[in-house]
């Protein structure tokens, strides 16, 4: 029987006679493939979508109706503190739940809470109770359910497509989260405006049908586990499991690197008066052209499936968003800065694609959920602790040396890491070690 190559693969020159590889063709836009291959990856990536775009309606909506209700931007930071920490603290218990029980009635499970959240929030809205007790409640129980659905989603995605894949899905998922966040708050605006705090409320509510219908249609997903044994997952278990696997744990201080040393959001409001002389819609656009370069950045992630050194992906990607920021800081300009913000994003998305490919492709799925609740945490912490940092700094010095000196910190720091740990940037996708 004759042997044909299929697409995109090479065949050994012990069978073919030849070394010759087939090419394929060079991809600029992103790969669409996990979505045509696999119809439960379609529907929870359009599902997700969709969901993402109505949290963040919420999200604008809460923030909003706690100012309305205080006038007080103290009172809004506090939504972040109530979200924050119940994020840390399940993100790591839910990763380890993730490990132990089916993660489809777990993903499913915290799917139809987040719905019934926000069915309590219009109901409160239309009741006409405002109170703000009961929206800190409310964010805290979101990101209580959400701490639980992120890991076990994550662990997902490994177990419906083929290794090859993953960083396309990745890609994808990026444009999710991207979308949702550009998308989201516009609509949330527009929609309060319009019809009040009910209807961004209920629309959520109704967004994660599509949500829960992805996680319904799924097969069942218990964790594999080595012998076939079940009990429960430990944290500590996890860590340890993190603490023997220096190109995971690369993955985390990379990304801390870049999200501690080198995060300027907490100073856009201040460098938009003292650098452009602008007002808050100079605000608007400093925090929306990160954004918009990380969606530029996932719907142009066709070449990302062609890369086998990830590691050393990895390392550009978040030196190329240190030299960024830094850069950012000395323009005075500010098409020219919101140009290297783009920029900024851009190169954390492809950071993002390959450092979750990563940890997917290395790490055994009975730890896939604990992995991805440390992912979480780091995340969720990583930006809040930066903008600490930028805002001490700041007050210390100037915004410019908080800016262009995290920037430069971050590049450093990274060069310490490789140095340290040097196998990071010989990793090859073609045989994943952790």
């Not at 042997?3 to 090419?23: E, H, I, K, Y």
């Not at 919420?58 to 706690?66: D, E, N």
């Not at 989201?184 to 209920?202: E, N, R, S």
């Not at 730890?367 to 700041?394: E, K, N, S, W, Y």
Request: hydrophobic content about 50%; glycine content about 12%; overall charge positive.
């Amino acid at each position: 029987m004759a042997l044909r190559p299929q697409p995109g693969r090479r065949l050994s020159s012990a069978v073919t006679g030849t070394s010759t590889p087939t090419r394929r063709p060079t991809r600029i836009l992103a790969d669409l493939t996990p979505l045509r291959s696999s119809a439960h990856y379609r529907r929870l990536w359009v599902g997700g979508t969709i969901s993402w775009i109505g949290q963040a309606m919420t999200a604008l909506a809460i923030s909003l109706q706690v100012y309305a209700i205080t006038r007080s931007s103290f009172a809004v930071g506090l939504v972040g503190l109530f979200t924050l920490v119940p994020l840390v603290v399940f993100g790591l218990y839910g990763g380890a739940i993730a490990d132990t029980v089916d993660r489809r009635r777990l993903g499913l499970y915290s799917s139809a809470g987040l719905a019934a959240l926000s069915v309590v929030l219009a109901a409160a809205a239309l009741l006409e109770y405002h109170r703000v007790w009961l929206l800190y409640t409310i964010v805290a129980l979101q990101a209580v359910c959400g701490a639980l659905a992120g890991p076990a989603r994550s662990a997902m995605i490994p177990r419906l497509l083929p290794a090859e894949q993953l960083p396309a899905a990745n890609a994808l998922n990026s444009v999710t989260m991207t979308s949702g966040t550009m998308i989201g708050p516009m609509l949330g605006g527009l929609v309060v405006g319009w019809a009040g705090y009910q209807a961004a409320y209920l629309i959520d509510a109704v967004t994660f049908c599509a949500s829960l219908y992805a996680m319904w249609r799924l097969p069942a997903m218990l964790p594999d586990r080595e012998g076939g044994k079940r009990g429960r997952a430990s944290v500590l278990d996890g860590l340890r499991f993190l603490g023997t696997r220096p190109n995971i744990r690369m993955t985390f201080f990379s990304d801390l690197a870049a999200m501690v040393l080198a995060q300027p959001k907490a100073l856009f409001p201040a460098i938009a008066v003292l650098w452009y002389g602008g007002d808050a819609r100079t605000v608007g656009l400093l925090v929306a052209a990160p954004a918009v370069g990380a969606l530029l950045g996932g719907l142009f992630s066709g070449w990302q499936g062609r890369i086998r050194r990830h590691g050393l992906a990895i390392l550009l990607a978040v030196a190329a968003w240190g030299l960024a920021i830094a850069v950012f800081g000395l323009t005075r300009n500010l098409w020219l800065g919101l140009f290297f913000l783009a920029l900024a994003g851009w190169s954390d998305t492809i950071s993002m694609v390959f450092r979750s490919t990563m940890m997917q492709s290395a790490t055994p799925d009975e730890m896939r959920g604990r992995l991805q609740g440390v992912f979480i945490v780091v995340v969720a912490g990583g930006p809040r602790l930066g903008d600490f940092l930028a805002g001490t700094a700041a007050d210390l010095a100037s915004p410019a040396v908080a800016i262009t000196g995290g920037g430069l910190a971050c590049v450093l720091v990274l060069g310490l890491l490789a140095l340290r740990w040097p196998g990071f940037a010989r990793y090859d996708a073609r045989s994943p070690q952790a």
